[in-house]
């Protein structure tokens, strides 16, 4: 049986500031390969690197050396086009802070990035109402983002991110504007989506007890991984 295709690899990937007449060496040699269904925990000190990492995994933000290979497509190289396209089709993102948008309902904030993904009204409704009804949220699905208590939006945040069925996930402290009981919700039901649906996912976060869950944790320090 032929092993599935990494949803991510990176690899000796580097990323270099200029400041002034300074050179900071964030990243030095990038080495990751996460396949599909595994969740890796991405852990350090807080300006080690952690959201550039996860930019460049994203293709938000260009490495300085090195590959990038999204569901087995190299990325090097790309234009700004392909790269977005990429990004639509195979990369869904959540923040610590939801990123809704307030005059749109919970239901349009997840029917929206699957139209411009290109799918027609009807389907990207009807998989918004799935993932709603999977969150429990589906009494919410009228309610704009003022209505909805922090735990509810990041969870919404979650179901738009994944509503056009990415193949990796990159997750930059997810919880880190919650409470401990709404943190841990949260966390098993992006942990739960990754098994059930083959979802890879990369988390970065400071907390300790939802590393433990994680299939794998690397830690950034000095621009290297360990």
């Not at 991110?161 to 880190?176: H, M, N, Q, W």
Request: proline share 4%.
């Amino acid at each position: 049986m032929d092993e599935p295709v990494p949803a991510i690899i990176m690899n000796d990937v580097t990323r270099i500031y200029k400041q002034g007449t300074e050179t900071l060496n964030i990243l030095k040699g990038i080495d990751l390969c996460v396949k599909p269904g595994e969740v890796i925990g991405l852990i350090g000190s807080s300006g080690t690197g952690k959201s550039t990492l996860l930019h460049i995994a994203g293709l938000l933000e260009f490495q300085n050396s090195g590959e990038i290979y999204i569901a087995g497509e190299s990325c090097t190289g790309m234009n700004d086009d392909a790269r977005t396209k990429i990004r639509r089709e195979k990369i869904g993102f959540v923040y610590q802070f939801h990123h809704l948008l307030p005059e749109f309902t919970a239901l349009e904030n997840i029917i929206i990035p699957q139209i411009i993904s290109g799918l027609r009204y009807k389907q990207a409704s009807e998989r918004a109402k799935e993932l709603l009804e999977w969150l429990n949220l589906s009494d919410r699905q009228a309610h704009r983002p003022a209505r909805l208590s922090g735990g509810e939006k990041q969870r919404i945040a979650i179901a738009r991110a994944v509503a056009s069925k990415p193949s990796l996930l990159l997750a930059d402290e997810p919880t880190g504007n919650l409470d401990p009981e709404t943190a841990t919700i949260v966390f098993n039901i992006m942990l739960q989506l990754a098994k059930n649906s083959g979802l890879a996912a990369i988390i970065a976060t400071h907390n300790v007890n939802l590393v433990s869950k994680m299939d794998r944790v690397v830690k950034l320090k000095d621009g290297k991984l360990s």
